[in-house]
Structures are given as C-alpha cells and as structure tokens.
C-alpha cells in the first residue's frame, strides 16, 4: 500500500469515528447532533412538503416555489396521491412509496460514487467512497429528505467517469439544472474547454426538458420561478440562524447582528466586528482568486479536467452564499475526483474534514422541549454556536484557493509546451 491510500484511510477512519459518535448521541438522547436541523419533527420534510404540492394546484401561486417544475413531475410520479389529502406530516407516515424512493435514491447514489472513484483511481476509492457515503452532507441531505438526493444521481453520471456516451451526459446535465438551476455553473467548464457540441447537446437537453416538464405542471413559468426567487431571498434573510447553522458560506454571519438573536449574549462585540471586517474580504479574494484561475483555464483548455473547472465555477458560489449545507455533496465529489498530488491534497483533505459528522459546542443558544419524528419520543435538544459555523466555510474557502492556485501553476507549465489559446476554436 501507498502512502497516500494510508493517509486516505486515516482520513476514512475519522469519518466512520464521527458517524459512531453521531449514533451514540442519538440513542443517548433521541434526536441528531448539530448540524442537523434542530426541528426535530421535520425529517424527511423537504421531499413532503414539496411532494404535498405536486399532489395539488397551488405551488408556485400559493406556496411560492423556487423550485423548477420537474421537482413536482418527479415527485407526481413517486408519490401516492391519496397520502396528501390533509397534511404534509400525514403524508410522510402514509406514502411508503415516497419513503423507499428516498432510501432507493440514496444507496443509488453511494454506488454511483463508488463505480466513479472506482474508475477514477481504484487505491483510493474505498476510503472516498465510504467517507462520502457516510459523511456529513450526503447524510445531511438523507435526513432533510432533499432532492439533491435525485439531482445528485444525474450529476454523478454528468460529471464523473459513469458513461462515455454525450447524449447521456447532456441528459443528466439537463435533469441537474432543472432539479437545481445553480447547477448551470459546473455545466460552464464546456465554455472554457471550447467543447461546443456538448456545450450544444446539454443546452437543447435542458430547454427541452424545461418545456415538457412546464406543459405537464401547467406552472412554473420564468417569470414566477423570478418573484418567486426574489419572495425566498427575503424570507431566508431572517431565518439568520437556519443559514449559519450549516453553511458554505461566511455570508450568513454578516446578517447576524441584525437578527432577532441576542448574540452578544453569547460572544463578544469584538468577534462579531472582525467578521463583519474579514468576510467581505475573504469572499472578494476568493472570488478573484477564482476568476483568475478560470480565465487562466481559457489560455489553456487542456491543461485542467472538465472536474477541475467545474468544481472552482461552484465552490466560487458556495462561498458567494449558502444555498444550504447540503450542497457541498456536488462540490465534494468534483474534489474527490482529483488525484492525490499537487494542490489538490489540500482540497482532498479538506473534503474529508467536511465530511466529519457532529460539531463541537461554544455556547447555547436555543433549548427545546419538541418531539422526535426519528425516534418517536419527547426529547430536550439544545442548539448554539459551535466550531462547525466557522470551520466549515473556512474549509470550502480552502478548497476553493487550493483549487485555483494549483489550476493556475498548471496552466504557467502548460505554456512551456503550448502556445495561449485566445480564440474559440475548440
């Protein structure tokens, strides 16, 4: 065995440690460690919810939906239409068909991610695929019940090394978008590599996709995902505590003197003005930092991966902002791609540490007396600030400068062989 398969399995070894620990905390006290949503009642909530609407009019008028219509064909499809005739949380103790697609969608996904670290690098893939499968956003998105769960899927096939097919490709392309539309930004590597005819396939595949799925919903026009999108972003803008509690991003905490937390109860004034000094100025670099890796990318289209590229276009977004921790599923897998060697070690161990599950408290701030919907008890959690909030972010912003800087000392050797490439001719 190589040293660096060693390493990984340490790395592996730390994440198999934080899910025991995770599970003992929960047969302890009925109910999961931060960051799982400290609304225990709500597991599964994000699939039933949105399934309660795919099951009658109203989702983009009345619930103001965000999401694009195939989320409501899909969940048409896999749903059982007599489950949500009242509620959303008699729909997840009746829809059995719903709860094994959930549980069907993940296992689906770990073997993807196997076949594709398989293929990619077969001595690290056992220590990246049980981290991954294990690790804390992939189980963070099974207990919300998010449909990153079947976006996902497509995303594997899109971007990793599953099929060899275009016309595959451009599908799965297609479903991620119109699952989760930030998903457009891994999709921009085709520019900068000048891969037109896929760039072509993927776009015409989403259009299409769009079209038929907005014909079979009857809603969910360009316009109303618009206003609606813009409804979201003020609505999440005072829910401060959701965004910190598992971010991408340094964004949330900016917003965080203006919430309704009494927040210098529990930390000094002085730490609260350095993060709203320093987050601005760590956001900026990295997203220059990035950008000059990706206009680097274009002088020199072969010199980094269709991965490479996409996973700097996405981590950029995800320390722009936090469309929610368990986005970091995308981004991780484009980094786990990558071999063990240059830059990309950094980022590599950063995904490891991202896939640590639990947190280490700092100071309490919420304590409840709820229900658990997951172990069907009365429970007391408590929820505060906790190491996680900061060292997340910091990690994704790791992963992003490591990216790049590795990007660009790639792209300065490759001009010792190959003149810059200014034109778009592929």
Not at 77 to 97: E, Q
Request: hydrophobic share 55%.
């Amino acid at each position: 065995m190589t040293r660096t398969p060693r390493l990984e399995y340490l790395l592996m070894l730390a994440v198999v440690a934080s899910v025991a620990s995770a599970a003992w905390w929960f047969a302890r006290t009925g109910y999961l460690p931060q960051p799982f949503v400290f609304d225990t009642n709500d597991t599964f909530m994000d699939w039933f919810n949105t399934a309660f609407w795919a099951n009658r009019p109203g989702a983009y008028d009345v619930w103001r939906s965000i999401y694009p219509p195939l989320s409501f064909v899909f969940l048409d499809l896999t749903t059982l239409p007599g489950c949500y005739l009242s509620s959303p949380f008699h729909a997840r103790d009746c829809d059995w068909l719903a709860q094994a697609t959930i549980a069907t969608f993940y296992l689906l996904d770990v073997a993807l991610v196997a076949l594709a670290f398989r293929r990619t690098d077969p001595a690290t893939a056992l220590p990246r695929t049980v981290a991954f499968a294990l690790g804390l956003p992939l189980l963070f998105t099974l207990e919300r019940g998010n449909l990153i769960l079947v976006a996902f899927a497509a995303f594997i096939v899109a971007y990793g090394p599953v099929t060899r097919s275009p016309a595959w490709r451009a599908i799965a392309i297609a479903a991620t978008i119109n699952f989760k539309p930030y998903l457009l930004l891994p999709s921009l590597a085709h520019v900068l590599r000048r891969e037109w005819r896929p760039l072509e396939l993927a776009g015409i595949a989403t259009v299409l996709l769009y079209c038929g799925t907005l014909a079979w919903v009857g809603a969910g026009t360009p316009a109303e995902l618009a206003s609606n999108t813009a409804n979201w972003v003020t609505f999440v803008a005072g829910q401060v505590w959701n965004e910190v509690n598992y971010s991408t991003s340094y964004a949330p905490f900016l917003l965080m003197r203006e919430s309704q937390l009494p927040l210098l109860t529990f930390v000094s004034s002085r730490l609260v003005e350095g993060i709203e000094a320093a987050v601005p100025v760590a956001i900026r670099t990295t997203q220059l930092l990035a950008l000059a890796a990706l206009a680097a990318a274009w002088l020199q289209p072969r010199a980094l991966t269709q991965a490479r590229i996409a996973a700097i276009l996405l981590g950029a977004y995800l320390v722009t902002q936090s469309p929610g921790g368990y986005t970091q599923v995308f981004l991780l897998f484009l980094v786990l791609l990558e071999p063990w060697r240059g830059g990309a070690i950094v980022a590599i161990t950063a995904a490891y540490l991202l896939c640590l599950v639990g947190d280490w408290p700092l100071a309490t701030v919420l304590e409840l007396n709820t229900v658990s919907w997951l172990s069907s008890r009365p429970v007391n959690p408590s929820f505060g600030l906790t190491v996680g909030h900061f060292a997340r972010p910091a990690l994704v912003l790791a992963i992003v400068w490591s990216l790049s800087l590795d990007a660009m000392v790639r792209v300065a050797l490759a001009h010792r062989q190959m003149r810059p490439v200014l034109g778009l001719a592929a």
